[in-house]
């Protein structure tokens, strides 16, 4: 495991994995939030962030956690793991909820200074409908990875703890 993409509906609990499967492993930790969102919730230019993910995924080694659809097959191709967080929306949502109230009028540690934690409707309808509208797609995209690139589906917090307990007992 030397280059793992951490991926799943808001909420997931994508970049708390990332981080602590990082610590395990010792791989380099990227954060792909903290990358794409400039101060004021402003997005990078799409040429640029596109430099910016080749850049990233050429490193030999990284733990990279989040969505951005327009860069996932770029992501997938270059990855020898894929964690994909598939928890119950009902789970996601109560844990934006949380995040909202706890990094209230601050960011968050994954993301990038001058983007204050936030939750539109916009979002939470994303990961409502995360189940019905993306996970089929990236489930069959997962099914046609090459041999020998792992996929790890996990459904649940204590399939994740499992997961993180069983890499903790593995040398790095």
């Known amino acids: 495991m030397r280059r793992v993409l951490v991926i799943g509906s808001g909420g997931a609990g ?3 994995f990332a981080t602590r499967l990082a610590q395990l492993t010792g791989l380099p930790l990227v954060h792909l939030d903290a990358l794409y969102w400039k101060p004021g919730w402003v997005e990078t230019p ?3 962030w596109s430099r910016t993910m080749g850049q990233l995924i050429a490193e030999e080694r990284w733990v990279m956690d989040g969505n951005y659809g327009g860069t996932l097959e770029q992501r997938l191709a270059a990855c020898d793991t894929v964690v994909f967080l598939d ?3 009902t789970v996601c949502l ?6 909202r109230v706890r990094f209230h009028r601050r960011a ?7 983007c204050p934690e936030r939750l539109t409707w916009e979002f939470v309808r994303w990961i409502w409908t995360y189940p019905a509208e993306r ?10 990875l090459e041999a020998g690139q792992r996929v790890f589906v996990l459904r649940s917090s204590s399939e994740v703890e499992k997961f993180l307990r069983e890499r903790s007992r593995q040398p790095a």
Not at 108 to 114: A, I, Q
Not at 135 to 144: F, M, Y
Request: aromatic share 4%; glycine share 4%.
């Open 14 to 16: 994508k970049s708390t």
């Open 46 to 48: 799409k040429e640029e």
């Open 87 to 89: 928890l119950p929306r």
């Open 94 to 99: 109560w844990r934006v909820i949380m995040r």
């Open 108 to 114: 968050r540690p994954d993301m990038s200074e001058g």
């Open 135 to 144: 996970r089929p797609r990236i489930l069959q995209r997962l099914s046609k």
